[in-house]
């Protein structure tokens, strides 16, 4: 049989769509274009209304190519049928098949047998996620909080952690095949190990991933503020492949909003968790999230949510206008701001972040840094530094996977642009080694 298979929405769905095309592809599928698939899988999102009408639309595009392919199978996955999937799903989308919870691989690979089976446990990275050197790794699945405006705890259930052993079984395999930047990922990424036998932290986990053999670097999101550690911040100060970049949402900047948001913190807890998040960390970058037009935000909360953008400066800011998402407590409340409003504050916060990402990044104009080469972007070559900017040099060299110091040439806010300076000693392929210059950045 031949698949294909549609993403949109979070690094997690795009981690399932993987890890789901490596379950198909050892069960004997083939990978093919839309119009040459026998089943065309649908990995959808619902965290806004905008997510579900792109899927919905796509799903009309499919209905030409359904008529004139009568065998061909449609199946929809992911956040908008949920882990529970609403009985008149059938009726709404009459042109889909078969309809599969988020992460379900068992289920899709049980629905759409292939001549081989497949252990899902510990999938080898066949596809990548991001590229062929960096790659997503899912450790826990669900989310336990309650944020008033979040549809996720009803679509993906309860917070679900993955034993350890699993986890580094997959970078291990990861690495086998090239992967040297794994991203481990949760919805509440800082919550992993609380339901595992001796509760082990995200900080655990760290040290153990850090010791597999082949891994350069380390990534994690998302943080929850109220489940940022010490113990993490410890770990990912003294663990060198771990890299110096956190992201940490905070939503909105004025208390009694954070309050109606469900968020268990208060603006002047997440400002210290700041503080000594920079002080332990050389160097960290910073990301966070915010929400504008939230039901009854006033012009003063939207002023403190401005503010504590242009005190925190943040590396990245992702700025969302509010949308209500039936079921959750939020959409039980009037959704009283403008559309105007939220688009003109929503455009006033990327505004100011522009500013300020232009800034951070101008202090990096002369420095040599350290990049993971991802491969050619628009006939260039491109990459991260530890700290998550996205690098740009041009050369007539192979390098990706490979790791290059750049010397930076020209920043602006959303990138860096350099030129070559040599290719960095390949690192220690023990889990202690890690690139040479690395912790300069730091």
């Not at 198909?24 to 990995?43: C, K, Q």
Request: glycine letters at 8%; charged letters at 25%.
């Amino acid at each position: 049989m031949r698949y294909a298979i549609w993403t949109s929405g979070c690094q997690m769905n795009r981690a399932d769509s993987t890890r789901l095309a490596a379950a198909l592809r050892l069960a004997g599928h083939e990978p093919a274009a839309e119009e040459e698939a026998d089943l065309i899988v649908l990995n959808t999102c619902s965290v806004r209304g905008n997510a579900e009408r792109r899927a919905a639309s796509k799903l009309q595009s499919l209905r030409g190519l359904k008529q004139r392919r009568p065998g061909l199978r449609i199946a929809l996955m992911g956040c908008m049928v949920g882990v529970e999937p609403a009985p008149d799903l059938p009726a709404r989308f009459p042109l889909v098949d078969a309809f599969f919870p988020p992460s379900a691989l068992d289920e899709v690979l049980a629905a759409f047998p292939g001549p081989r089976p497949v252990d899902t446990a510990a999938l080898p990275h066949l596809d990548g996620a991001a590229s062929d050197c960096s790659a997503y790794l899912p450790i826990s699945y669900g989310c336990d909080n309650h944020c008033t405006y979040c549809i996720v705890p009803l679509r993906r259930g309860g917070e679900r952690s993955r034993p350890a052993a699993e986890i580094v079984a997959e970078a291990r395999c990861m690495a086998a095949q090239g992967v040297r930047e794994v991203t481990l990922l949760g919805q509440n990424v800082d919550a992993y190990g609380h339901d595992l036998d001796g509760r082990p932290t995200l900080a655990d986990l760290l040290h153990t991933v850090h010791e597999v053999p082949g891994l350069w670097r380390i990534r994690f999101l998302t943080s929850h503020p109220r489940d940022m550690s010490a113990a993490l911040i410890a770990a990912v100060a003294a663990l060198p492949k771990v890299c110096p970049e956190i992201s940490l949402p905070v939503q909105a900047g004025h208390d009694a909003l954070l309050r109606r948001m469900g968020r268990p913190y208060t603006v002047a807890a997440y400002r210290q968790l700041v503080e000594q998040m920079r002080a332990a960390i050389p160097g960290v970058a910073i990301s966070t999230d915010v929400i504008v037009g939230f039901p009854g935000e006033t012009a003063e909360e939207y002023a403190g949510t401005r503010g504590l953008l242009e005190e925190l400066r943040f590396d990245v800011v992702h700025s969302a206008a509010y949308s209500p998402r039936p079921g959750t407590a939020a959409a039980r409340l009037p959704d009283d701001v403008p559309l105007a409003v939220k688009e003109e504050r929503r455009g006033e916060l990327e505004a100011l972040q522009e500013r300020i990402a232009a800034e951070l990044n101008a202090a990096a104009l002369g420095q040599e840094l350290t990049v993971l080469v991802e491969g050619r972007h628009k006939g260039r070559w491109r990459g991260r530094t530890p700290q998550g900017k996205w690098c740009f040099f041009d050369d007539q060299e192979p390098w990706s996977g490979r790791m290059a110091r750049v010397r930076i040439s020209h920043t602006g806010a959303w990138s860096l642009q350099g030129t070559i300076v040599r290719e960095e000693p390949l690192p220690d392929m023990s889990g202690a080694g890690q690139p040479q210059g690395a912790t300069d950045e730091r």
